[in-house]
């Protein structure tokens, strides 16, 4: 794909910014793996996860009458796993630490979400605005 090298560089930044990050792997909302970092990560394994999270957030979302699926954060005793929309096609799945802040992994991966989703449209979207999927789109 034209766009991995700035994808996985935006993830490498990602991890740069938060210490706690361990690992970030962005895919299409079908679950194919479009860029990773660390390398070594079991990356197309998440990826694949990620689009049966994605869809199972969006179903949750909708039936609860909410308008648009913002993140997905599964905390753990070693940490935890939070799924982020990178457009209408493409999700950005982080792994982090147990000691994250997680407001601040928010924050930083909504940014990291949307610079995927302006890589992948070809614009220059501002990363400050979180691209939502709505509702009932994106993965099955």
Same mark, same amino acid.
């Given at each position: 794909?034209?766009?991995?090298? #700035?994808?996985?560089?935006?993830?490498?930044?990602?991890?740069?910014?938060?210490?706690?990050?361990? !690992?970030?792997?962005?895919?299409?909302a079908?679950?194919? *793996? *479009?860029?990773?970092?660390?390398? /070594?990560?079991?990356?197309?394994?998440?990826?694949?996860? $990620?689009?049966?999270?994605? !869809?199972?957030?969006?179903?949750?979302?909708? #039936?609860?009458?909410?308008? $648009?699926?913002r993140? =997905?954060?599964?905390?753990?005793?070693? /940490?935890?796993?939070?799924?982020?929309?990178? /457009?209408?096609?493409?999700? =950005?799945?982080? =792994?982090?630490?147990?000691?994250?802040?997680?407001?601040?992994?928010?924050?930083? $991966?909504?940014?990291s /979400?949307?610079?995927?989703?302006?890589? *992948?449209?070809? $614009?220059?979207?501002?990363?400050?605005?979180?691209?939502?999927?709505?509702?009932?789109?994106?993965?099955?």
């Open positions: 794909m034209a766009h991995e090298a #700035a994808i996985r560089t935006e993830l490498e930044g990602l991890r740069a910014r938060l210490p706690d990050v361990t !690992g970030a792997v962005a895919a299409t079908d679950g194919l *793996l *479009l860029a990773a970092d660390p390398p /070594g990560l079991p990356a197309e394994g998440f990826a694949a996860l $990620s689009a049966a999270a994605l !869809g199972v957030g969006l179903r949750l979302t909708d #039936a609860a009458g909410q308008e $648009s699926f993140e =997905l954060l599964i905390r753990s005793g070693d /940490g935890c796993v939070a799924l982020y929309p990178a /457009g209408r096609d493409a999700v =950005l799945l982080v =792994l982090a630490g147990p000691h994250t802040n997680v407001g601040r992994l928010h924050l930083e $991966s909504r940014r /979400g949307a610079r995927v989703a302006a890589l *992948l449209d070809g $614009s220059t979207a501002r990363p400050e605005r979180t691209a939502a999927l709505p509702a009932g789109g994106g993965a099955p």
